[in-house]
């Protein structure tokens, strides 16, 4: 069982910075992908960005050259800096840890509980 914890959201104004972290416990954080979503109500979660264990990573296009992905795996913590905000980054954002747990490629997945961000036009 893996649990996430995120910190780091709050309001901004437009054109500002927010650093979101995300905290995991247990072990074996190095083998996980990390992502992280957003979702604004009455819309479907999306994918934001994301880190493999390998430390590649992928972002959505909207957030390309404004958000940057990175991990340390030795604080077990994942992070997304969120430069030149805009409002419609304005949503709840996720952490979401994914790892494949046998040779068939079956996966378990684990999901923070959110944290707001609110940017102010």
């Known amino acids: 069982q893996v649990q996430l914890v995120e910190s780091g959201g709050g309001l901004v104004q437009a054109g500002g910075s927010l650093r979101l972290s995300c905290a995991a416990s247990g072990r074996r954080f190095s083998g996980f992908d990390m992502h992280w979503y957003h979702q604004v109500p009455g819309n479907q979660r999306e994918l934001v960005a994301g880190i493999r264990s390998s430390g590649e990573t992928k972002y959505a296009s909207s957030v390309v050259g404004r958000f940057t992905i990175s991990r340390d795996n030795t604080k077990n913590t994942v992070y997304l800096q969120m430069d030149s905000l805009k409002p419609e980054d304005t949503a709840v954002y996720y952490c979401?840890?994914?790892?494949?747990?046998?040779?068939?490629?079956?996966?378990?997945?684990?999901w923070g509980q959110g944290t707001h961000v609110t940017v102010s036009p």
């Open positions: 979401h840890a994914e790892t494949v747990v046998n040779v068939e490629g079956a996966k378990v997945d684990f």
